[in-house]
């Protein structure tokens, strides 16, 4: 036994410590209990503490940095591997439709499995070379722009087409002839980031550009604007009619500007790396499912596109056509 003197602001306590509990205190920090906690609750000091141990001739614990890991649990694994199976996505995704369909994790636990199974994106190909380009064609790209959002929604519209990988279940599913070329033509809100329109197509013509728009004006109203880029197909007379009968102003991008139109570029990314069974299914999960990052930063809360084209007034045709610029 040992009698050790602790000074109070008045007094000065006398406290008896054992060397078994000593080795029990000892036990609970290597089990991952609080030192704070354990020092309030014996009235001491950590310096006073470790003194006692070293007067007992019992090494102090090393303290361990942080909260003790949990492992992940076997529903949290399967859960996440039969997630995956469906939709190959990074894991704050993951996280999201989890938590969607009822199985509550956060994304520091998703994050752990995605990294023990090695579950994280490999983007098929590497197209590195096809980014470097002429000193000349880079100086082109030097426009000054602006980031923004349309005030309203379905106030301003984004399109594009882009070709899908031959490597996609989409694309095997869809094939009619060997190595033929598959486009997916999507029409997306600005505001809220909403996929208005998905479909597939074989060819990229001009007429067959404005029947995909005809269809999506006779489901959504009429848009302020239509964001596209300079490409051959957006720059028909079929595609240009359907927009003047509408009234509806055309925004072309500038040449070799593709973050012109960044909002409906990203999709094709998150298109290429989820890997969908179906495109129905595809649209679906990103209206209503997914937590947009862009919604995050813009509306400061985390929110789907479904959340924001339900919620936020939308534009109707006489309304001022305003946009929102960022810093």
């Not at 354990?38 to 070293?54: A, G, S, V, Y």
């Not at 098929?124 to 980031?147: A, M, P, W, Y």
Request: aromatic letters at 10%; hydrophobic letters at 35%.
């Amino acid at each position: 036994m040992r009698r050790i003197q602790r000074k109070c602001k008045y007094f000065v306590v006398t406290q008896t410590v054992s060397n078994g509990h000593l080795l029990k205190i000892k036990k609970e920090i290597e089990n991952g209990v609080s030192i704070k906690k354990i020092l309030r609750r014996e009235h001491m000091t950590k310096k006073t503490l470790m003194k006692q141990f070293e007067l007992a001739h019992i090494p102090f614990p090393t303290l361990m940095k942080g909260r003790k890991k949990k492992k992940p649990t076997n529903y949290q694994i399967n859960a996440v591997i039969s997630y995956t199976n469906k939709f190959h996505v990074g894991y704050i995704r993951c996280t999201d439709d989890l938590k969607h369909e009822g199985t509550v994790m956060t994304a520091h636990q998703t994050y752990n499995i995605y990294k023990l199974l090695d579950l994280f994106l490999k983007r098929n190909g590497d197209d590195s070379e096809n980014l470097h380009k002429t000193s000349q064609e880079v100086d082109t790209q030097k426009i000054c722009f602006l980031r923004y959002h349309a005030k309203y929604v379905n106030q301003i519209w984004h399109t594009d087409l882009h070709i899908i990988p031959k490597h996609l279940t989409i694309y095997q599913d869809n094939e009619e002839e060997e190595e033929e070329i598959l486009y997916l033509l999507a029409f997306l809100d600005d505001r809220s980031r909403y996929l208005l329109h998905a479909s597939i197509i074989h060819d990229k013509k001009c007429s067959t550009i404005a029947k995909e728009l005809e269809k999506v004006l006779k489901d959504y109203p009429k848009p302020a604007r239509i964001v596209n880029d300079n490409g051959s197909e957006f720059d028909g007379k079929e595609y240009k009619d359907v927009l003047d009968n509408n009234g509806i102003i055309m925004w072309k991008t500038s040449p070799f500007a593709p973050h012109q139109n960044g909002k409906i570029e990203r999709l094709w990314l998150t298109f290429d790396d989820v890997n969908a069974i179906s495109l129905t299914e595809f649209v679906n999960k990103y209206n209503n499912c997914w937590i947009h990052r862009g919604l995050k930063v813009q509306e400061k809360k985390p929110l789907t596109p479904s959340d924001v084209w339900k919620n936020e007034q939308h534009w109707i045709h006489g309304m001022e056509d305003l946009i929102i610029y960022h810093q």
